[in-house]
């Protein structure tokens, strides 16, 4: 299973930017899809989450300004950040929780990274 983001980029303050991943390879089922972030001297957080079934989860620190949404026929999610700050500056990557045939056990995914650079 591969995970391909993109959209990454640099804006400024209060600018936007959507995130997007897609998964491919051997799927037979996708659960939990994911955005987490990295910034510069600083530990991998999550970011935001969606089930296959539509729930979501966010970060406090970004509930209400991002909104994470999946496209199950496309095998995708997105990540539509708004009102970005520069704290919001990272390396994000999405992360995807796959099982490859009906016999399989689900196992995480990620994927290579997309920067995200807000200026002041």
């Known amino acids: 299973v591969q995970l391909q983001a993109s959209g990454g980029g640099s804006v400024q303050f209060g600018g936007s930017l959507r995130l997007s991943c897609t998964a491919s390879?051997?799927?037979?089922?996708?659960?939990?899809m994911s955005w987490y972030r990295q910034a510069p001297g600083k530990r991998r957080e999550l970011v935001a989450l969606?089930?296959?079934?539509?729930?979501?989860n966010y970060a406090d620190s970004v509930k209400g300004r991002f909104t994470i949404s999946r496209d199950n026929a496309k095998n995708t999610v997105y990540l539509q950040m708004d009102s970005l700050k520069p704290e919001d500056t990272a390396v994000y990557y999405c992360?995807?929780?796959?099982?490859?045939?009906?016999?399989?056990?689900?196992?995480?995914?990620w994927g290579q990274g997309t920067l995200v650079t807000v200026s002041s």
């Open positions: 992360n995807a929780v796959v099982r490859e045939s009906y016999s399989d056990s689900y196992s995480g995914n």
């Open positions: 969606i089930t296959s079934g539509g729930y979501t």
């Open positions: 390879g051997t799927i037979f089922s996708i659960n939990t």
